[in-house]
């Protein structure tokens, strides 16, 4: 076996071939819709995925304002932050954030997803949430995804 003629491919930023997909949030559960968009949105499910690269697609994410979650989460779950300021910790429940802004539930439990670094930061730009099912991304020729589909 000439063992010259196999090459390690390594993808690179010059090599990743990068598509545009669109997904439908409606009565999808918070937590599967994101785990299944950050696979995409990181580009795990390529065959040349290389953990140092932004290989990952680009994910349009319609209807999030009906994106659904199980239990008692929307009054119980919390999300902590704090403004920088002393006494500045701000707790805010699903319902709250879904009232004024609905497309942060699916963009902040992606971003929690992906690596906690410049690249995530870089990555998270790859993903596109809108409330409405209208969205501006029609010249990039998205592909609608189906995401029972996907392992």
Known sequence: MDTLSYKTISANKSSVNKNWYVVDATNQSLGRLSSHVAKIVRGKNKTYFSPHIDCGDHVIVLNADKVRLTGKKWTQKEYVRHTGYPGGQRIDTPEEIHRKFPER?????????LPKNRLGNQIAKNLHVYS????????????????????
């Open 105 to 113: 539930l699916i963009e902040r439990a992606v971003k929690g997803m």
């Open 132 to 151: 409405g099912d209208q969205h501006p991304h029609e010249a990039q020729q998205p592909k609608q995804l189906d995401l029972n589909t996907i392992k």
